[in-house]
């Protein structure tokens, strides 16, 4: 039927109308698909936006609860107290750790202390009196400013010393960022921990509970964030 095709290609050569529809009806429909392509790909993108910080927060909620869970039924590792232990560190900067720490190293004749991240004006003579020699055996450390720079200095205050074992003594909820810190600098080194509970955190307030919550969820943060970029 080739008079039909050449027919057909008059007509529309004739008639500027006839053309003009045609081709603003095939643009229509192109534009119109283009256009709902579009809108699907700003739909997408929208629910992308919309739905990536939603998992994220679950995410981040549930390993959070996890986090909490893991740090309030820690226990003492057994080994902190039925071993000899010949190295403890004492990450400061929290409730208790000095004090519990001096007990531990004051229990234990052979071990060798280093307190890290203590202040510029510590003095061990305002601490509780102990009978051990601390001349050879203490180490002050009071340059360390963050558990970064604990895990850094503990570190190599071992290596220097030739210690494969330290009993790390810190407070319950520091113990996982600090372990992970310094099994990552001292990798062969067994690092054995001996967290530190406050008498304290059954308060019932809510302004503390939320404070608390807080203040436990910043750890979390921060421990998301070293097990990131360490």
Do not use: C
């Amino acid at each position: 039927r080739p008079w039909l095709f050449k027919a057909k290609k008059i007509i529309y050569f004739f008639s500027d109308r006839n053309i003009a529809v045609y081709y603003i009806f095939y643009y229509d429909e192109n534009i119109g698909r283009k256009i709902s392509k579009k809108i699907s790909m700003k739909i997408n993108i929208r629910l992308l936006f919309i739905y990536t910080p939603l998992l994220v927060m679950l995410l981040l909620l549930f390993g959070f609860f996890k986090f909490l869970s893991f740090i309030n039924q820690y226990n003492t590792d057994k080994r902190s107290s039925s071993e000899n232990i010949k190295g403890i560190a004492v990450l400061a900067g929290g409730w208790g750790r000095i004090d519990k720490g001096l007990r531990v190293f004051n229990d234990n004749e052979n071990a060798k202390l280093i307190l890290s991240g203590v202040s510029k004006n510590f003095s061990l003579k305002k601490q509780k009196p102990f009978e051990k020699n601390t001349k050879n055996n203490l180490v002050i450390d009071n340059h360390s400013r963050s558990t970064l720079e604990n895990a850094i200095e503990i570190s190599n205050w071992a290596k220097k010393l030739n210690i494969n074992k330290i009993n790390v003594i810190t407070s319950y909820y520091h113990i996982p960022r600090s372990l992970l810190l310094l099994k990552y600098y001292s990798p062969d080194i067994d690092f054995i921990a001996n967290p530190v509970f406050k008498n304290n955190y059954e308060d019932k307030e809510l302004r503390k509970i939320i404070g608390k919550g807080a203040f436990l969820f910043e750890e979390y943060i921060k421990f998301v964030f070293t097990y990131i970029f360490v």
